[in-house]
Every structure is written in structure tokens, then in C-alpha cells.
């Protein structure tokens, strides 16, 4: 089958044609909730950021717990210090709030709990180990 036939370069539009779109009132509103980050925060300053740290997770050498409770889950609830279960996996989250796009607080308000449920309403599709998977501390323990 022969490649199909492009067209002549004078009926493209020119590179430096400007298109006026009219915005609908759909893009006005925020439905995610997202804003601005602050300079620094960005998702590639958090690449960077997982790249070049030793310890994000706070593990100061220890390995990680298989046997974490979820009672000792709700005593990690600062800034800092911020644990949270992700499908049976518990990650101190803090050095990752201020890089998250909705902003830390509506991680935060999620802190020392299991927030599988949550996550999985709005980032079902996000690969947590690629993105936070070197904050992890342990796993929850089996009841």
C-alpha cells in the first residue's frame, strides 16, 4: 500500500498564524482543584528531587517494617512526618506534599490513615511505586 499523499506545503497554514479560540465556559471552571505550584515544585522538580536524595522516607538506614499497625500509622500525622496506607503499603508522604499539584492540604487531611479508597477515586491510573515509591516505610500488618 503506497503512503498517502501529503499536501503541498502552501496549503498548510503558516507556522506563525495565530487561531483565536474562543473559551467555553467549561475551562473556566477548576474541577480538579488544581493550582499553582510554587516555584521549585514542579513534577520534574520532584524527579530530580527522588533522584538525588539518599533517604526521602526517613528510614535512617533501617529496612522496611512488614508489620506496621494502622494504630501506629495515626501517631505519624505532622508535615514531616506524615504516613499513609496506599493498597497495604505505608509511605511517609511529607517530603512529597508540597509537590503535590491539588496542593499538601488535601493529602494532609488524609494523613495516618489507609487512603486507598480516596486515591483510587481520582488516581486509580497512577503507578504509586514509580511515583512515590521511595518514600515507603513498610507494609500494614495482617490482621
Known amino acids: 500500500m ?6 503541498p506545503a502552501e496549503a498548510l497554514p503558516a507556522a506563525t498564524t495565530s487561531y483565536k479560540l474562543k473559551p467555553s465556559r467549561k475551562t473556566a471552571v477548576n474541577p480538579r482543584q488544581k493550582f499553582r505550584l510554587a516555584q521549585g515544585f514542579g513534577m520534574m522538580d520532584w524527579v530530580r528531587l527522588k ?6 522516607a526517613q528510614l535512617k538506614g533501617s529496612k522496611l517494617r512488614p508489620d ?3 494504630s501506629e500509622v495515626a501517631t505519624h500525622k ?3 512526618d506524615c504516613w499513609i496506607v ?20 488535601i493529602i494532609f487531611k488524609l494523613a495516618g490513615t489507609d487512603c486507598t479508597a480516596e486515591f483510587d477515586k481520582y ?7 514509580g511515583l ?5 516505610v513498610g507494609y500494614l500488618a495482617k490482621s
Open 51 to 56: 533522584q538525588a536524595s539518599k533517604d526521602l
Open 86 to 105: 496506599l493498597r497495604g503499603v505505608v509511605y511517609n508522604i511529607g517530603p512529597y506534599l508540597a509537590y503535590h499539584p491539588g496542593g499538601k492540604n
Open 132 to 136: 512515590v515509591g521511595v518514600l515507603k
Open 78 to 80: 505532622t508535615l514531616h
Open 123 to 129: 488516581h486509580r491510573w497512577v503507578n504509586i511505586e
Open 2 to 7: 503506497p503512503p498517502p499523499k501529503s499536501k
Open 68 to 70: 506496621i499497625t494502622l
